[in-house]
Structures are given as structure tokens and as C-alpha cells.
């Protein structure tokens, strides 16, 4: 997952990426940890599509910039799968899994 922190690296690569997994992960929440082990195993095996993320700690207004214009409320734990620049999909907590990404998303 490549981490991103300004609003300005979210908008370039939304502009640039028709499809890419968008992932909202908490530092300090065990639950979030377990998400984000499902999208990376998931990542791992569908390295044909970007998966991209932050740290709400670290990034709170690109958290929330991304809530405000995709109209997803935040969570975190959070995957969002974007497609030509909208959210198409979305999960959070203990429904982010291996499992829901496969049949979710499809590479």
C-alpha cells in the first residue's frame, strides 16, 4: 500500500487511476490492523490493481476530504474501491475481508 498524506496526492492519483483500493487504516485499533492484513493479502495476489491508503492519525484532513466529496461517511477501518474517480464500493470493520474483497471487487 502506498501511503498518502495531502489532499493534492489523492486528487492526482483519482485523476490518473481509473481503478485503485483506497484504504483508511487507524494506528492504534486492532481491528484496523486486521483489516489491513486482508487488503494486503488481497493486494498481494491482485498486484494488477494499485491499493493506496493512509493513517487517520497522520492524515486527518485528507480522511476527511475524502469523506466530504465521495459522500462515504468515515470509518476506520475503511476500503474504498474507486473507479473513474467515484466510489463504487465500500466496507469497514469487520466486514473488510479477503473474502468480501474478492467477490467486491473482481480483478
Not at 28 to 37: D, K, M, N, V, Y
Request: proline share 5%; hydrophobic share 40%; glycine share 6%.
Amino acid at each position: 500500500m502506498e501511503k498518502l498524506e495531502m489532499i493534492e496526492q489523492f486528487e492526482r492519483i483519482k485523476k490518473e487511476t481509473n481503478r485503485f483500493l483506497f484504504v483508511k487504516h487507524s494506528l492504534t485499533c486492532p481491528i484496523s490492523r486486521a483489516a489491513l492484513g486482508e487488503c494486503e493479502k488481497f493486494a498481494a495476489d491482485h498486484p494488477e490493481l494499485p491499493m493506496y491508503g493512509l493513517y487517520v492519525q497522520e492524515a486527518r484532513p485528507l480522511s476527511n476530504y475524502i469523506a466530504e466529496t465521495t459522500g462515504v461517511k468515515h470509518e476506520s477501518p475503511q476500503v474504498l474501491l474507486f473507479e473513474n474517480g467515484r466510489v463504487v464500493w465500500h466496507a469497514s470493520h469487520w466486514a473488510i475481508t479477503y473474502g468480501a474483497l474478492s467477490e467486491h471487487v473482481g480483478v
